[in-house]
C-alpha cells in the first residue's frame, strides 16, 4: 500500500456502514479512487434488510431473500469478516480477533467511522441472556422460527395438561416497532401452521406482548397505537400495558405491573427480548462523551466531538437535527446519515467546508401482518390495507439489488396461494456448557426424572426435596445432579430455587468426556460423590424436619 493512500476503515456492517462505504464510492471522482481506501469490518459478510425481517419468521419471505452480500453493494470496499478486539486512537489502528486464522488482525487507518449499532442489554433482566431470543439478526429470526415449530411438535405429543399450556405459551417483550411486528408475524404463523396438528387448537394458544409504557408504538401517534392495539387483540394476543419483564426462567417469564408489587410468572415454551437495546461494548469503552443513552455525542457535521477523523452515526451515535432533537433509530435516519457521513469524509480530503446533518424524517411504518398496517408520513395518519399496500411498496423500493426485489416479489405473490413451510431445521445445538436462570419457587429437575446435566451453583440458594420432604439447601459453588449420570440412574431428589438462583449446567455428554479425559475431574467428581452418597447425606436418607409434616 502506498503511503499516500487515505484509509477509511468503517466498522460495522448495518444500514449505516455498508451504505457509507456505498456512497463514497459513489461520490468519488476516479483520481480519487486511487487514493482511497475504503474498508468494512462486520461479522458477517452480508447485510440484514431489518424491516423485512419480521416475515422470515412466518415464512412469507426465505430467509436469504432479507439479506445481502457487502461486497455485492460496495464493490471496490475491502471486507473483514471478523469481531472487534481493541481501538488505539493514538496510533490509529483497531485490532481484531483471531478468526479461521488462530491470529489478530491489524488494521491502521487515516479517518475511522463508528457504525456499531445496538446491542440487547441482557444485564437489566435476569435470565434474559440464557433464555430469551432476541431479534435483531438473520439468526434470530431462523432461530425464534425453529423454536416456535419444535413446541408445536411438543405439544401435539404432549398428555400433561400444564406442560402442553407452557408449550403453547409464547410470550414477546417490548411494545415498540420490532416488538409489535414480531409478535403479528408469529401469531400469524401460528395461525396457519396449527391446522397440520391433529391435536392442536386456536383456543389453546397463548400469545402475550409486554410493554412497560402505557401503549404500544409510542413512536407513533396514539390513534394509530389504538389501532394496533385493538387489531392485535382482536386477534387473540394478550397485550399487558404497564408491565416490566422481570426475570426470564428455564420455564417462562417473572412479570410485574408497575402498579402492583405482586409478581406473575407465566410459564412459557418460546420467548422473545426486543428490549432494553444498549449501545455496542466497544462504543461503551470509547473515550468520547455520550449522550445519556450511552451514544457518542458527535457534531451536525457526523465528527465525534473534538476528532476530525473520527465519525459516529446509525444507532450508536446521537446524531442531532436541525430540529432540535436526537435522530431516532430507524433505517431511513441511517441512510441520510451515512450520505451526509461519506459527504463530508471527502470534503475533509478536499479541503472542502462540511455540510450539517439536515433530515428529519419523512415518516413511520408498522406492519401487522394480515395485510393490515399503521402508517404516519408527511404528517398523514392511515391504517389497514392502503397503509400495508404503502409499506411493501416502500420496503420493496429501499430494498437494495434487482435480484434481490424480484425474490421478494415472488415470495409475496406465491405466499397469497401456497401453504407456509412448517418444516424444523435443526442447524441450531444446544450449548455443552451453558448458564440458567431459576426464578424462586421454580424446580429445576424432578425426582425420577432422567438425568441429563450435571449442575455447579454460581449464584443464590437452592432446595433439595426428597418424597416431598426438604432436605438440605444448596448453595453458591456446590455441585449437584452428577448421580443421577454416573451411576446411570433417576434423580434422587427434586430440585427447587429457594430464591434467583444462577447455574451453570454441563450436559451429559460433556460431563462424560470431562471425567474420562480430563485430569483431576475424576478424582474430584468422584470424592463429590461420595459425600452425596455418604449414609448421613440428607440426600440419600433424609431425616424429616420437626416442623414439617413429611
Known amino acids: 500500500m502506498s503511503g499516500n493512500k487515505q484509509r477509511i476503515l468503517i466498522l460495522g456492517g448495518g444500514f449505516a456502514g455498508v451504505y457509507t462505504a456505498m456512497y463514497l464510492e459513489k461520490k468519488m471522482s476516479a483520481s480519487e ?131 402442553r399450556r407452557r408449550l403453547l405459551s409464547f410470550v414477546v417483550g417490548g411494545g415498540g416497532f420490532s416488538g409489535v411486528e414480531c409478535i403479528a408475524e408469529m401469531q400469524d404463523f401460528l395461525r396457519s401452521a396449527l391446522p397440520a396438528y391433529r391435536t392442536l387448537r386456536m383456543s389453546e394458544l397463548r400469545i402475550v406482548l409486554l410493554q412497560s409504557a402505557d401503549r404500544i408504538l409510542p413512536e407513533m401517534g396514539e390513534s394509530l397505537a389504538a389501532y394496533t392495539h385493538d387489531t392485535l387483540s382482536k386477534r387473540g394476543i394478550d397485550i ?100 451526509a457521513c461519506a459527504a463530508n469524509i471527502l470534503a475533509t480530503l478536499r479541503g472542502s467546508p462540511l455540510k450539517k446533518f439536515a433530515f428529519t424524517g419523512l415518516g413511520k411504518l408498522a406492519s401487522l401482518g394480515r395485510r393490515s398496517a399503521v402508517a404516519e408520513i408527511m404528517g398523514i395518519r392511515f391504517h389497514g390495507l392502503l397503509a400495508w399496500m404503502v409499506w411493501r411498496v416502500i420496503y420493496l423500493g429501499k430494498f437494495p439489488g434487482w435480484d434481490r426485489k424480484l425474490r421478494i416479489a415472488s415470495d409475496w405473490f406465491w405466499d397469497e396461494f401456497l401453504p407456509r413451510d412448517i418444516t424444523e431445521v435443526r442447524i441450531f445445538q444446544k450449548e455443552a456448557v451453558a448458564r440458567e436462570h431459576f426464578h424462586t419457587g421454580e424446580t429445576v429437575f424432578d425426582q425420577g426424572d432422567f438425568g441429563d446435566k450435571v449442575y455447579v451453583v454460581v449464584k443464590g440458594e437452592l432446595e433439595v426435596v426428597v418424597d416431598g420432604c426438604p432436605v438440605a439447601t444448596l448453595a453458591q459453588g456446590e455441585v449437584f445432579g452428577e448421580i443421577a449420570l454416573i451411576a446411570d440412574v433417576p434423580r434422587s431428589a427434586t430440585l427447587k430455587a429457594k430464591s434467583p438462583v444462577d447455574l451453570i449446567s454441563i450436559s451429559r455428554d460433556a460431563f462424560e468426556k470431562l471425567v474420562k479425559h480430563l485430569p483431576g475431574v475424576k478424582m474430584s467428581m468422584d470424592e463429590i460423590l461420595r459425600k452425596h452418597m455418604a449414609p448421613r447425606d440428607v440426600m440419600a436418607k433424609p431425616e424429616p424436619q420437626k416442623d414439617l409434616p413429611c
Open 33 to 163: 479512487r486511487d487514493h482511497i481506501e475504503i474498508t468494512v469490518v462486520s461479522r458477517q459478510n452480508y447485510m440484514v434488510f431489518q424491516p423485512l425481517l419480521p416475515e422470515v419468521i412466518s415464512g412469507t419471505i426465505e430467509m436469504m431473500h432479507v439479506i445481502t452480500p457487502i461486497r455485492r453493494l460496495a464493490k471496490r470496499t475491502k471486507v473483514v469478516t471478523r469481531n472487534i478486539q481493541s481501538v488505539d486512537l493514538h496510533q490509529k489502528i483497531v485490532t481484531l480477533d483471531p478468526e479461521f486464522q488462530p491470529r489478530t488482525m491489524t488494521l491502521p487507518f487515516d479517518h475511522l467511522v463508528i457504525a456499531l449499532g445496538t446491542r440487547l442489554h441482557y444485564d437489566l433482566v435476569p435470565g434474559m441472556r440464557e433464555h430469551a431470543i432476541p431479534f435483531k439478526y438473520l439468526g434470530d429470526a431462523l432461530r425464534l422460527r425453529n423454536a416456535i415449530v419444535q413446541a408445536l411438535e411438543e405439544a401435539d405429543n404432549e398428555s400433561d395438561p400444564a406442560q
Open 240 to 339: 399487558r400495558l404497564g408491565t416490566r419483564l422481570k426475570a426470564v426462567t428455564a420455564c417462562g417469564v417473572v412479570i410485574q405491573r408497575k402498579d402492583q408489587a405482586v409478581e406473575e410468572l407465566i410459564a412459557a415454551s418460546v420467548v422473545v427480548a426486543t428490549v432494553p437495546a444498549a449501545p455496542h461494548s466497544l462504543v461503551a469503552a470509547l473515550p468520547f462523551q455520550k449522550d445519556k443513552l450511552g451514544r457518542i455525542v458527535v457534531t451536525p457535521e457526523i465528527n465525534v466531538l473534538g476528532r476530525g477523523d473520527v465519525w459516529a452515526l446509525g444507532d450508536s451515535a446521537a446524531v442531532p437535527q436541525p430540529d432540535g432533537i436526537t435522530s431516532p433509530p430507524t433505517a431511513q435516519h441511517a441512510l441520510r446519515q451515512a450520505d
